[in-house]
């Protein structure tokens, strides 16, 4: 087979810093927009939240730059965790849709370094718990939480951070770097070798999957606990990252390139995609059923904050509807999963879907009464997105010229490119 | 054009043709019975037997034969009950599931899987009818109408849900358990006389193979796949709902629906392994239940088992992370109270022992993978025991705390539900085709080692 391989050409770059122009003039709008336009009452607001002072568009910011690194950070190791799991169920059918998957690592050094400076940076903004008054006795003093300092405090915070980033990297590196010599040299061994790398990374992102979830997400809203939370986070990220992997197939498809990327493939990404969406919504339900149903307080606030609050309950149900009830009913007909352009509308819901998954479960603790669907998305969360997209897909489609968009000596790849599944 | 990568080992062994699979299953159905199974048979009769005594009993003189107290009033029957339909998980997962994923090594071991499936939730059943008490008011867990005034089920109840969840299961994988028979007993019943031609005649509904019924048996297996895979998942949540809506310490945890269902296809497979380990030997029939499928059922059970372990470690974590004194102490006395023991047998069983099988030589070891199919069991009996009995003995009130020990009766009912299980098993793997020879053969081609030669 010859060798196929993505040119990173200027014109494509070119689109990408547009695209973050765009998102730059869109943020600067929004700020103007929230500082002179002065949303009603958002000072008084602003004093119960977190802001140390600040205006709320401030914070506002400072949430969506954390939610966008979240976002795509999960994005990106679910790329690495599908070429992992296609390597230890030993699946044919996905090699040719290998590289764009493995590609995504190339972000995880960029979400790791902005991870850790938000942190640095914000934490007061973002994590109530970092506040040391809680843990002083006094009226600001909080029970709960000087129970949880053994878990939730600064420096071991801060270094599960960078362990879940190192290690990420270095066995996606692992990975990578078999992948890529593979190509140059036809040795069983890579094939081997990326085999155990592959085991490696499920044994870790087993448990950090579950325990960044905890500290990134979870701990936002410090006093709510939940078990399923790890997994439902999880969900999220790898029906997010399924999405990604087949938004980026098809439109490579679309500009001549992975042509032996056939229709079977694409069905078998919108079964991933239509299998996941229920998935999320399995996890979804039985989370909110089981804490509706025991109505414990310590729980079901999570719930009330949402439902039962006009300004977020618009969101929740679109929560529902974009993630569940659409990819559902889109992708139920067979004949619906091998059409691209079916496969890229539901991709983006997916993904703008889950980006308000991730929205859903930040914004409240943060933003209170302030965080609802208003004008101000449309700026200051669309140009702080368009700017974490611009960066990701330059990262990636970097990385993603690097090498042969085809693994052409990987020992399946014959039964991918003859890969058809009504035979 | 199909192709098959090099670097998959086959998985029929031993140079196998079409006729020889047929040959070599339908043997084991036309032969007489061996002096193995005859003997096998007759102690799962009694085995049967003695649990019918104690069944009886337990319905002639009620529930008082149980070591129930008023601190723990669900004990054996329901960890039974769990642990019996968590077994039979695995046969829709082989079956519908990993068809869904078109994994050839399914055809070997789902015919099995399946009527193993079948069997463990009709065990299961036997739980609810025995502690029900009144066997014969059991048609009140139904919503019929009925004149008893305002009688009607509970539908808030999870365990209304299982009625249906259950039932559902049961009907739909006995449909796919009997559609996948039927081209197996035209095949016996091409090569049988007398009145053997007969019953395997109308067993086979007059299936003749042509090209219109491949093409249905192929829909219908579809369909019954994408119907069955929902349901599996379903009916361990809503067996973990029925502990995990109740609140209760130790109970109500979120995470319980999709870490039921990981425990439930753990403990499945390694039934499936139990069984299928002891008929390929006793049948003859390394060359179709190869060592390949023994290593990916294996994998199977490490993935699922480290599921069930990170789980466990969540649950723990967040018993301490929410601050919740009550759950905290549920889980400290998980651990180190008066249950210690059954506890740290689940532990050791569930996640410590099968972590043996990352090392790809203890996968491909057939008595270690015997021994830990068994271990791995023993560790989901006792996961709901611990779940069960050690959230309920020590309630709110330290002065009823109390202890769980079973009475004769409690063991009598447990082996009731072996000897059923056995029974119908052996039953089952004398009289039907154990292995789907229809779906094997349809491997032959691109996975046989035979053909693997030839290239």
């Known amino acids: 087979m010859t060798e196929e391989k993505f040119i990173f050409s200027a014109a494509i770059k070119k689109k990408i810093f547009y695209t973050m122009g765009a998102g730059i003039l869109l943020l600067v709008i929004g700020i103007f927009m929230a500082m002179n336009g002065g949303h009603h009452a958002g000072h008084e607001v602003a004093e119960h939240a977190d802001t140390h002072g600040g205006p709320i568009w401030q914070l506002r910011i400072i949430k969506d730059l954390w939610l966008n690194n979240v976002f795509f950070s999960g994005i990106a190791i679910v790329g690495v965790f599908f070429v992992a799991f296609n390597y230890i169920a030993q699946a044919g059918w996905g090699v040719v849709v290998k590289r764009v998957a493995e590609s995504f690592g190339y972000f995880i050094p960029v979400g790791g370094v902005v991870m850790i400076l938000l942190f640095v940076v914000f934490n007061h903004d973002l994590f109530h718990w970092t506040h040391h008054n809680l843990y002083e006795s006094g009226a600001e003093f909080d029970e709960i939480l000087n129970g949880k300092k053994g878990f939730l405090n600064f420096p071991f915070f801060l270094i599960r951070m960078v362990i879940y980033f190192v290690l990420w990297y270095f066995i996606w590196k692992s990975i990578r770097t078999n992948s890529v010599a593979e190509d140059l040299n036809a040795d069983l061994k890579y094939h081997n070798k990326s085999i155990f790398w592959s085991a490696i990374f499920l044994l870790v992102f087993g448990v950090t999957s579950s325990t960044s979830a905890w500290d990134w997400v979870m701990s936002i809203d410090p006093h709510f606990f939940s078990t399923m939370f790890g997994w439902y986070v999880l969900a999220s990220w790898f029906v997010s990252g399924l999405a990604m992997i087949t938004l980026v197939v098809v439109t490579l498809k679309e500009n001549g390139y992975l042509s032996v990327v056939n229709s079977s493939h694409l069905h078998d990404l919108g079964k991933f995609m239509f299998a996941f969406s229920i998935f999320w919504s399995y996890i979804w339900f039985a989370q909110f059923l089981l804490i509706y149903y025991a109505n414990i307080p310590e729980e079901s606030i999570y719930f009330v904050e949402r439902l039962k609050n006009d300004v977020y309950s618009p969101i929740f149900f679109m929560n529902l509807f974009i993630n569940f009830a659409f990819p559902f009913l889109t992708l139920m007909a067979a004949e619906a999963k091998r059409q691209a352009i079916i496969l890229k509308i539901v991709a983006i819901a997916i993904l703008i879907g889950h980006w308000f998954d991730f929205y859903i479960m930040m914004t409240p603790p943060l933003l209170k009464q302030e965080g609802g669907l208003d004008v101000k998305i449309l700026f200051i969360e669309a140009g702080i997105t368009m700017i974490f997209g611009g960066i990701f897909f330059y990262m990636i489609l970097n990385g993603l010229s690097k090498a042969s968009l085809v693994p052409k000596n990987h020992p399946m790849l014959q039964e991918s490119v003859h890969h058809s599944i009504y035979l | ?455």
């Open chain 2, 1 to 455: 054009m199909q192709v098959t990568s090099p670097v998959r080992p086959p998985l029929v062994t031993g140079g196998k043709t079409i006729s020889d699979v047929t040959a070599d299953i339908c043997k084991q159905v036309e032969g007489k019975p061996s002096k193995m199974w005859i003997i096998s048979f007759t102690l799962s009769v009694i085995c049967l037997g003695y649990g019918s005594y104690c069944l009886w009993m337990t319905w002639w003189e009620g529930l008082g034969l149980w070591g129930l107290n008023k601190t723990i009033g669900w004990a054996w029957d329901i960890t039974n009950f769990v642990w019996w339909v968590g077994i039979g998980h695995a046969g829709t997962l082989i079956s519908a599931v990993l068809l869904l994923f078109r994994q050839k090594w399914r055809t070997s071991i789902n015919r099995a899987a399946e009527a193993m499936t079948i069997f463990a939730v009709l065990c299961a059943a036997s739980f609810i009818l025995a502690h029900m008490g009144r066997p014969w008011m059991a048609y009140w867990a139904l919503p019929l109408p009925n004149s008893f005034g305002s009688l009607w089920v509970n539908f808030n109840s999870p365990l209304v849900w299982d009625v249906f969840a259950i039932s559902t299961y049961l009907t739909v994988s006995l449909v796919f358990w009997y559609v996948g028979l039927i081209p197996d007993f035209a095949t016996i019943r091409e090569r049988a006389t007398g009145i053997r031609r007969v019953i395997y005649g109308a067993l086979s509904f007059g299936w003749v193979g042509s090209a219109k019924h491949w093409s249905r048996y192929e829909a219908i297996s579809l369909v019954l796949a994408g119907l069955s895979t929902p349901l599996v998942l379903s009916v361990h949540t809503i067996v973990s709902m029925d502990f995990a809506t109740s609140v209760i310490p130790g109970w109500h945890t979120t995470i319980f629906p999709p870490y039921f269902v990981a425990g439930a296809i753990f403990s499945g497979f390694a039934m499936v392994l139990t069984l299928m380990l002891i008929t390929r030997v006793v049948f003859k029939l390394q060359d179709y239940v190869t060592i390949e499928h023994i290593e990916s059922m294996n994998k199977i059970i490490v993935l699922t088992g480290s599921i069930v372990g990170i789980a466990y470690i969540t649950e723990f974590f967040i018993a301490w992370y929410s601050g919740a004194p009550y759950e905290s102490y549920a889980f400290v006395n998980r651990m180190s109270g008066p249950y210690w023991w059954a506890y740290w047998s689940m532990m050791t069983c569930n996640v410590i022992s099968p972590q043996l099988f990352w090392i790809r030589a203890v996968r491909r070891n057939i008595k270690i993978t015997f021994v830990l199919s068994i271990v791995v069991n023993i560790g989901m009996w006792f996961e709901r025991f611990v779940i069960i009995a050690t959230s309920l003995h020590r309630d709110y009130l330290p002065s009823s705390w109390a202890m769980f020990y079973p009475t004769k009766y409690d063991v009598g009912d447990y082996l009731f539900s072996f000897g059923l299980f056995f029974t119908l098993f052996l039953l089952f793997a004398k009289y039907f085709p154990v292995i789907n020879m229809a779906e094997v053969k349809s491997i032959i081609k691109s996975s046989s080692g035979k053909q693997e030669h030839k290239h």
